[in-house]
């Protein structure tokens, strides 16, 4: 009945033996960790492997993936943040998926990108040309002001930005004044007021940018910068040199490497070779990255067609198109011809920006006979896409790839220099590190010198405190007529006073070898790099006062034999014991100096068997009392309270739950931004070397074309593609062996 109602998901039932060991050897396939530590953890989760699985994962500092990001994905790439768009509103999705979408989103994703400038798409032109309109329909509403006395008067950076929120956000900025939010029926006039008091009249145009930001779920994420319009004269009440500053403008812009231009010229225009905008284009030599439009197509229209032996009011703007009209300068990346509304008719501008582009769509059916490819909004920015793909894969990509390689390597070599994750390390490998460093020649030195010290002031305590009739007798050559018997009294004394106070050697030994640990657990002491491990080293602390405590018992018995030996075997030797000056020591009988005894004894009794057998700190370490006494309070050092903060630091390899608190890094906060942030750069050269494949032009019949199914791989130009694939979805690995 049991396994029926766990079945039916009624109740739980208790798993058999040969159950838990299934799920066990599961667990070590997976993790390759040792059954024991498996044991512990599925019974810590109630042999739930996944959930065992996750905690796991948090303890290596892991990125856990989840098989729902290619749906997610798949979902967002249909609609854009789950909304439906409109059907005039084909241009968020043709920008959504294009590469400029992919790399901005990619950059505001993750923040790594940000390092790598985007390129600008600048859009160029004379005054009135039709630039701004033409920016509006990509927007989807009104930005710039309806008064014909107001141009751009200043770069405008419109920054799209395809957010979820519900309602429009548009955002001003311009330097050195606060940002201002409006609303996107505002908009216009707050950009209109705005121009009007950083330009006032007789200024004409300035080099400062107006960047309006724009979140909304029917935009595009684009960037694009409108330049002002460029003019050939002056008029009353601007500066006379306005030729000047608005080519000015245009030609710092076109000078940027990074810059992808959008030369508007009027469909109207007399001769399409007249227009400055193109001249500039050509002076710059940006014809490869220039994409020209013919904004107002529909004010091209000839009366006089049928005189002139033409079909259609529009011949002129279709030859333009073609490339066979003769005034028309070639362009690799051809043109594109759009009908703007006119905001100054009433009715047009009444009619909203959705039915313009409908209007527009209809308009271009009916009355030009050319390919679609090369009319309206939407081709307009589909050949912004492809303009922006070539050059990202021809300029942008590679710079991306430098940069964000140099990133990681460094981030690695911070990692590296951080020590192994302690993921990767048992207690036993610290502990055997740690003895390596004790015998290192530098802490050698250290603890010989520091015991000695602590011999030589035990033994001028002890002498001090001898009354001062006898202390006269050990520091100065006995003298004619003392009796022998004083001296040997003072002697007895001496020698009685340093075996009964022996025990006091284990304070100050105690002190020595927690400098010398604190010594061991510093930068560049140790191979694993130790100092990150403050928990431990506090441990170690108290594990070695515990074992001095152990061997003192020995220590005692074994230095009053030697003690006793050495007053001993020297009867008849007169004390040299100087008061003051830098000779202070126990001067000795001849040969034989009493704190050199005690330190030598102290460390080979005291000291060697805690680094010569390190396996004497681990079994303490693992011991149930230790542990238990070691929780109780606060140690020095301020270590102790850092085991409670993160116990996703890390765990043992080899694995016993009990001491994993010894293993938490003081540096695990920062292992883990780093971890965390190699992550960001692993994504975001993945990101960016896929749109090396992506954006291939595959030719039919080549070993250039994607053909075949996933298992049989993607040829593409440069050979057969690697790729590392981490499975986490649900179920088994499937065949992927020709992958």
């Not at 300068?329 to 043109?335: D, H």
């Not at 896409?385 to 390689?405: C, G, R, S, Y």
């Not at 116990?647 to 016993?656: E, N």
């Not at 003081?666 to 883990?672: L, M, N, T």
């Amino acid at each position: 009945l049991d396994i029926v109602g766990a079945s039916l998901g009624l109740c739980s039932r208790n798993l058999t033996a040969d159950e838990k060991a299934a799920r066990v050897t599961e667990f070590c396939k997976q993790s390759r960790e040792s059954p024991s530590f498996a044991m512990k953890l599925l019974e810590s989760e109630n042999y739930d492997v996944t959930k065992a699985m996750l905690k796991w994962a948090g303890m290596q500092n892991a990125i856990v993936l989840d098989d729902s990001d290619a749906d997610a994905e798949a979902a967002d790439e249909a609609h854009p943040n789950g909304k439906t768009s409109d059907p005039a509103s084909n241009v968020v999705l043709t920008m959504y998926r294009s590469s400029y979408g992919r790399i901005a989103k990619m950059s505001r994703r993750i923040a790594t990108l940000s390092c790598v400038t985007l390129p600008t798409i600048v859009v160029v032109g004379s005054e009135s040309s039709g630039k701004s309109s033409t920016l509006e329909r990509i927007a989807g509403f009104c930005l710039f002001p309806r008064d014909a006395n107001i141009c751009t008067r200043m770069p405008i950076k419109l920054s799209l930005i395809n957010a979820d929120d519900s309602q429009a956000v548009v955002t001003l900025k311009f330097p050195g004044r606060a940002d201002q939010v409006t609303t996107e029926e505002k908009a216009a006039e707050a950009v209109g007021r705005l121009m009007a008091e950083v330009v006032p009249i007789g200024r004409g145009v300035i080099d400062e940018q107006l960047t309006i930001e724009v979140r909304k779920p029917s935009v595009p994420t684009l960037d694009l910068v409108d330049l002002p319009g460029i003019v050939a004269a002056n008029i009353e009440g601007e500066p006379k040199d306005m030729m000047t500053r608005t080519r000015a403008i245009s030609e710092r812009y076109l000078r940027d490497r990074n810059t992808i231009v959008v030369v508007v010229v009027p469909a109207n225009i007399t001769r399409v070779r007249d227009s400055q905008a193109i001249q500039l284009v050509q002076a710059a030599g940006k014809e490869a990255v220039t994409l020209g439009v013919f904004a107002k197509a529909d004010l091209a229209h000839d009366p006089r067609y049928k005189q002139r032996k033409h079909k259609s009011p529009y011949w002129e703007l279709e030859q333009r198109l073609s490339g066979s009209a003769d005034d028309v300068v070639a362009l690799p990346n051809g043109w594109v011809a759009v009908k703007n509304r006119d905001t100054l008719i009433e009715e047009e501008e009444a009619g909203g920006l959705q039915q313009s582009s409908e209007a527009e769509r209809e308009w271009f059916s009916q009355e030009v006979k050319i390919a679609s490819e090369r009319c309206g909004i939407d081709a307009l920015v589909r050949k912004i896409d492809a303009l922006f793909t070539n050059h990202i894969k021809t300029t942008w990509m590679p710079q991306a790839v430098i940069h964000l390689e140099q990133q990681t390597y460094s981030v690695a070599s911070q990692i590296d220099a951080l020590g192994p994750s302690p993921s990767s390390l048992s207690l036993d490998e610290l502990l055997g590190d740690f003895a390596k460093a004790f015998s290192g020649s530098r802490i050698d030195q250290n603890i010989e010198q520091g015991v000695f010290e602590a011999a030589k002031g035990y033994v001028d305590r002890v002498f001090d405190n001898i009354p001062c009739p006898y202390k006269a007798i050990l520091n100065n050559a006995p003298k004619e007529g003392v009796p022998i018997l004083k001296v040997i009294f003072a002697k007895k004394m001496f020698e009685d006073a340093l075996i009964e106070r022996l025990p006091d050697l284990l304070g100050p030994l105690s002190d020595q070898m927690a400098k010398v640990v604190s010594a061991i657990f510093v930068p560049g002491a140790s191979t694993h790099h130790l100092e990150r491990f403050e928990v431990l080293r506090d441990a170690v602390e108290e594990c070695c006062t515990e074992l001095l405590k152990e061997n003192l018992a020995n220590f005692v018995e074994e230095l009053t034999s030697i003690l006793r030996s050495c007053f001993r075997n020297n009867v008849g030797d007169h004390l040299d014991y100087r008061a003051g000056g830098d000779r202070r020591c126990l001067g000795s009988y001849p040969r034989i100096k009493l704190p050199r005894i005690i330190a030598e004894v102290a460390l080979r009794d005291m000291i060697a068997p805690l680094t010569m057998e390190p396996t004497k700190i681990s079994e303490m370490l693992h011991n149930p009392a230790f542990k238990a006494r070691q929780q109780r309070g606060p140690v020095s050092g301020g270590g102790r309270k850092r085991k409670a903060e993160s116990k996703a630091s890390g765990s043992p390899s080899s694995g016993d739950l009990d001491v994993s608190h010894l293993l938490i890094e003081s540096c695990a906060s920062k292992r883990s931004e780093l971890v965390a942030r190699k992550h960001d750069l692993f994504v975001a050269l993945e990101e960016t070397r896929k749109l090396e494949w992506m954006t291939q032009v595959p030719r039919e019949g080549s070993a250039n074309s994607f053909e075949g199914s996933a298992t049989e791989g993607i040829a593409y130009e440069g050979g057969m593609r690697t790729w590392t694939v981490v499975w986490c979805g649900a179920g088994t690995l499937p065949d992927m062996h020709n992958v």
